[in-house]
């Protein structure tokens, strides 16, 4: 009883044989309001997407910013992009408790969250750290405006004194 936000997560190349990749759960006598924000789905195959178990909430909140492979899925609304993603790197240590995998140069998700400041704890904004606990928001694309990313990870821009020509700008691997 209660509500439920998912914001700012990434669900990258999972499969499932039978339904979506990612499956999101719902009872509808166990849920109040179900909303979902600043999220990146990619497929790993066909019918690869974010379902409900072919139950939509009666009460699903969806502020958009969330980055789907295809129109199939559930959850399309406003501001939401709906294409391939694009590149990724490999899942590793990129800093902070948790293995994450960034999306590389060319990716959809960075710098298109929700664009309004993180000025306080408004729900549909990103949140106020990635899944590394780095800051949010980041200039991933290196253009001198902190935008948020989409998903879990959150580029952060290297200042130009630090840069040597051989690195893409707005991409920092630590």
């Known amino acids: 009883q209660g509500e439920l936000a998912v914001r700012n997560n990434s669900w990258i190349d999972n499969s499932n044989p039978d339904s979506g990749a990612a499956h999101l759960a719902y009872n509808p006598s166990d849920t109040i309001f179900f909303a979902v924000w600043n999220n990146l789905f990619t497929a790993a195959t066909s019918d ?3 379902t409900f178990n072919n139950n939509m ?3 699903f909140g969806n502020a958009g910013y969330n980055l789907l492979p295809d129109a199939s899925c559930a959850i399309n609304g406003l501001n939401d992009i709906i294409a391939d993603a694009g590149p990724f790197f490999a ?3 990129y800093g902070g408790p948790t293995r994450t995998v960034p999306p590389a140069s060319g990716n959809l998700a960075i710098d ?3 664009p309004q400041p993180i000025a306080s704890t408004q729900i549909s904004l990103c949140t ?3 899944a590394r606990d780095f ?3 980041g200039d991933g694309d290196g253009d001198g ?3 948020c990313d989409i998903g879990a990870f959150e580029w952060q821009a290297e200042a130009a004194l630090f840069l040597d020509g051989f690195e893409e700008v707005g991409l920092i691997i630590p």
């Open 57 to 59: 909430p009666v009460n």
């Open 128 to 130: 106020f750290t990635d």
């Open 135 to 137: 800051d949010r928001p």
């Open 112 to 114: 298109n969250g929700n």
């Open 145 to 147: 405006e902190s935008l």
């Open 48 to 50: 690869a997407c974010a």
């Open 91 to 93: 899942l590793g240590d």
